[in-house]
């Protein structure tokens, strides 16, 4: 994936322009956007509105844009922790569960962990595991329910 024009991958959003201007210029998105386009034109013209016809084009590139870049950005960290997992000999799972050992591994209502790295880290630690780990604690009911997100990037040695 690297070549003359790519960015060195030093983060995970080294390689969000990349694929972003990928897929701004696929042939996907051209379509999308055309149907788009034509259909909130038409729909504007049938509720004879003309802010819709003229805001809803607006509305639907907005859109598109959006999406490719929640996409391009979320390929990019993939690909990162996919290939910094390989350069350092570790296998690599997008998300996986951790059975609750430890306090911390039990805790909240829902937990997950991402971009889960596994194999060894030197000769002094053989076999351990590493990601971020992510537990979500509910609060309240009803209307009034809230959830909180708790991040940490942990590593676990056998």
Avoid: N
Avoid at 55 to 84: I, N, T
Avoid at 98 to 126: F, I, K, S, V, Y
């Amino acid at each position: 994936m690297t070549g003359p024009g790519t960015p060195a991958r030093v983060d995970a959003d080294s390689m969000r322009a990349v694929y972003l201007r990928r897929m701004l210029h696929g042939r996907g998105v051209a379509y999308t956007l055309a149907i788009g386009i034509v259909g909130a034109a038409v729909l504007g013209a049938w509720l004879g509105r003309p802010l819709v016809m003229l805001a809803g084009p607006l509305l639907v590139v907005a859109g598109v844009v959006g999406v490719c870049f929640l996409l391009a950005d979320r390929r990019s960290e993939a690909e990162f922790f996919m290939s910094f997992a390989k350069a350092r000999g570790l296998s690599y799972a997008a998300r996986t569960e951790l059975l609750p050992l430890t306090p911390l591994l039990g805790a909240g209502d829902r937990r997950e962990c991402l971009h889960w790295m596994q194999g060894p880290l030197g000769e002094a630690l053989p076999d351990c595991g590493l990601g971020h780990y992510i537990f979500r604690v509910r609060s309240g009911s009803g209307r009034s329910e809230s959830r909180t997100s708790h991040d940490f990037t942990i590593c676990v040695v056998d």
